[in-house]
Structure formats: structure tokens, C-alpha cells
């Protein structure tokens, strides 16, 4: 391969004739790509991990963290980012997602948003950016414009920031502190990186963001203590975390959480020291709202 050459873009002579055979044939073929996808993840978990502790050092200065993407790269930050406020009760600003385009490229392309320079710097000052956020740089190609002046300015700012791409010649990597090349290879389908450099960077985001929400406390255990219980799913959810933390039938589970607004941390205090609501909050926030500095 070229130096100026994407693998994203080399023909796959594994599928070449995926539009001759049948069905499960076809489907056989993209199952086999997508499996080379984990293990092409896994190879980079040094450098995914020097990405979560990069991201959680922010977050403990009051640090945000911005995903910047165009096209699937930019619509994957922000369905990442929009998961986090419901599983871990994060504040709607702290983790964001910014597509070239605006909203409106979430549901179709926009044309030019991913060259355009001049777009970048008006979504930078936007978001008014300082040296404690995280800026995570998306792109299969890494040659993105719209992403390469976002890095470029957060770097001016002093701002660290972190880059997923799948072309080890990306742009974009002189301009990040963290450097995460999945090397995906060639798509079935030429160029479409809608497929598996796209899977591989859905797969990184949940590393980034569970990552960085288990470093901070998000978690007990493996139990989500932070879900915002929106729904009748997510209230039992709730439930059934206390009632595990705190070895309590499920009934006095639910009339606690009934009554102080479903706060997972607040019952589980109560319950077992029988801490009013105050009384815990103040112990919540003296801990960074990290519950196993609590209990130990």
C-alpha cells in the first residue's frame, strides 16, 4: 500500500463477488470481516487506555469531553455521548457529540460539511473549549478537514486530544496526544466504512466512555449506581442494584427509592446506615461521589 493510500479504500478480494452468490453466502462474507474487527481493537488497547486516563484526569478538573466526527464517524460520537447522561447520570454538557453539519447531518449528508474549515472553527467557539476538556478526533481516513482544524485549534488551546482512525498515515496524528490506529483493512463492500472501521470505532467510544465512568465512580462492582431511571425498565433496574447492595428484599428496595426520587447512592445509604437524604448527599459529595470510598 502507498503511503497516501487508505486501506479503508482497497478492494477486499475476499468479497469479490459478494453480488453473485446468495444470501447467506453474502451474509457469511460480512459475518467474516466483521469478525477481524475485535481482535484488530484489542491490539490497541495501549493506547486506548492512555485515551481513558487522559479523559478521566479531565473529567477530575472539571474537564468535558467532546467527540468530533463527520459522516458515520460524527454520528457514532454522538450516539455515544447521548447514551451517557441516562447510564451513568452524567451532566447533558460533560460528555458531547459534534458532527460536521449540525443536526441535521445525523439524518443525511450534508455537502461539504466534512472539507470545511471555516464550519470547524465556528463549532470550536461554539462550545467555548478550554485546556480541561478532551477533544476525541473521528475519522476511518484521518484526513478529515473538518476534524484536522478542530485538533489543530484544540491544540492551540492546549487542549489534549485523542484521534480514532483506521490509517496509520492519518493527518490527523500530528495533531493528537493519543494516537488509536485500528487497522480495519479493506471493506466488502470498497470504501464503505460504514462496516467494519465504523464497528471498530462504536467498540473504542464504549471503552472511552465505560472506561472513563468506572475510573470516577460510576459504577459498584459492574452495577450501573448512576442510571437515571427514565422508564419502568430502568426504575426495576434500580431496584434490583439497591436490593443486590444492599441484601434487602426488593419491596423495601422500591419504597425508599419511591420515596426520595429514585436516587440509587442515597437509598443505598440510608438503608444501610440509615442516613438521611442530606446526611448522604453531603457524604457523596465529600467522597467525589464515589461509593466504595464509603463503604471502606
Same mark, same amino acid.
Given at each position: 500500500?502507498?503511503?497516501?493510500?487508505?486501506?479503508?479504500?482497497?478492494?477486499?478480494? $475476499?468479497?469479490?463477488?459478494?453480488?453473485?452468490? =446468495?444470501?447467506?453466502?453474502?451474509?457469511?462474507?460480512?459475518?467474516?470481516? #466483521?469478525?477481524?474487527?475485535?481482535?484488530?481493537?484489542?491490539?490497541?488497547?495501549? /493506547?486506548?487506555?492512555?485515551?481513558?486516563?487522559?479523559?478521566?484526569?479531565?473529567?477530575?478538573?472539571?474537564?468535558?469531553?467532546?467527540?468530533?466526527?463527520?459522516?458515520?464517524?460524527?454520528?457514532?460520537?454522538?450516539? $455515544?455521548?447521548?447514551?451517557?447522561?441516562?447510564?451513568?447520570?452524567?451532566?447533558?454538557?460533560?460528555?458531547?457529540?459534534?458532527?460536521?453539519?449540525?443536526?441535521?447531518?445525523?439524518?443525511?449528508?450534508?455537502?461539504?460539511?466534512?472539507?470545511?474549515?471555516?464550519?470547524?472553527?465556528?463549532?470550536?467557539?461554539?462550545?467555548?473549549?478550554?485546556?480541561?476538556?478532551?477533544?476525541?478526533?473521528?475519522?476511518?481516513?484521518?484526513?478529515?478537514?473538518?476534524?484536522?482544524?478542530?485538533? /489543530?485549534?484544540?491544540?492551540?488551546?492546549?487542549?489534549?486530544?485523542?484521534?480514532?482512525?483506521?490509517?496509520?498515515?492519518?493527518?490527523?496524528?500530528?495533531?493528537? $496526544?493519543?494516537?488509536?490506529?485500528?487497522?480495519?483493512?479493506?471493506?466488502?463492500?470498497?470504501?464503505?466504512?460504514?462496516?467494519?472501521?465504523?464497528?471498530?470505532?462504536?467498540?473504542?467510544?464504549?471503552?472511552?466512555?465505560?472506561?472513563?465512568?468506572?475510573?470516577?465512580?460510576?459504577?459498584?462492582?459492574? +452495577?450501573?449506581?448512576?442510571?437515571?431511571?427514565?422508564?419502568?425498565? +430502568?426504575? @426495576? @433496574?434500580?431496584?434490583?442494584?439497591?436490593?443486590?447492595?444492599?441484601?434487602?428484599?426488593? @419491596?423495601?428496595?422500591?419504597?425508599?427509592? #419511591?420515596?426520595?426520587?429514585?436516587?440509587?447512592?442515597?437509598?443505598?445509604?440510608?438503608?444501610?446506615? =440509615?442516613? #438521611?437524604?442530606?446526611?448522604?448527599?453531603?457524604?457523596?459529595?465529600?467522597?467525589?461521589?464515589?461509593? @466504595?470510598?464509603?463503604?471502606?
Amino acid at each position: 500500500m502507498k503511503k497516501d493510500e487508505t486501506a479503508t479504500e482497497l478492494i477486499n478480494h $475476499d468479497t469479490m463477488n459478494i453480488d453473485l452468490v =446468495g444470501t447467506e453466502d453474502m451474509l457469511i462474507m460480512l459475518n467474516n470481516e #466483521d469478525m477481524k474487527v475485535a481482535a484488530a481493537v484489542k491490539k490497541c488497547i495501549p /493506547q486506548i487506555t492512555k485515551a481513558v486516563d487522559i479523559i478521566v484526569r479531565n473529567f477530575l478538573h472539571a474537564g468535558r469531553l467532546f467527540y468530533v466526527g463527520a459522516g458515520t464517524s460524527g454520528r457514532l460520537g454522538v450516539l $455515544d455521548a447521548s447514551e451517557c447522561p441516562p447510564t451513568f447520570s452524567t451532566p447533558p454538557d460533560m460528555i458531547q457529540g459534534i458532527i460536521a453539519g449540525g443536526d441535521r447531518a445525523l439524518r443525511e449528508a450534508i455537502e461539504g460539511a466534512e472539507d470545511s474549515e471555516e464550519m470547524a472553527l465556528e463549532d470550536f467557539d461554539e462550545y467555548d473549549i478550554c485546556n480541561n476538556d478532551t477533544i476525541v478526533g473521528i475519522s476511518a481516513s484521518g484526513n478529515a478537514k473538518y476534524v484536522c482544524k478542530f485538533l /489543530q485549534v484544540a491544540k492551540i488551546k492546549k487542549c489534549k486530544t485523542i484521534v480514532i482512525t483506521s490509517n496509520p498515515n492519518a493527518k490527523m496524528k500530528e495533531y493528537a $496526544d493519543c494516537f488509536i490506529c485500528v487497522e480495519t483493512g479493506a471493506e466488502a463492500i470498497s470504501g464503505s466504512t460504514r462496516l467494519k472501521a465504523g464497528t471498530a470505532q462504536k467498540m473504542i467510544l464504549n471503552m472511552l466512555s465505560t472506561g472513563s465512568m468506572i475510573k470516577i465512580g460510576k459504577t459498584y462492582h459492574n +452495577l450501573m449506581i448512576d442510571v437515571k431511571p427514565t422508564n419502568n425498565k +430502568l426504575k @426495576r @433496574r434500580a431496584v434490583t442494584i439497591v436490593s443486590e447492595i444492599c441484601g434487602c428484599k426488593e @419491596r423495601t428496595a422500591q419504597n425508599v427509592l #419511591d420515596t426520595n426520587g429514585y436516587k440509587i447512592k442515597h437509598a443505598i445509604l440510608f438503608i444501610l446506615y =440509615g442516613l #438521611d437524604f442530606d446526611e448522604a448527599d453531603k457524604l457523596l459529595r465529600e467522597n467525589n461521589g464515589v461509593l @466504595r470510598r464509603i463503604f471502606e
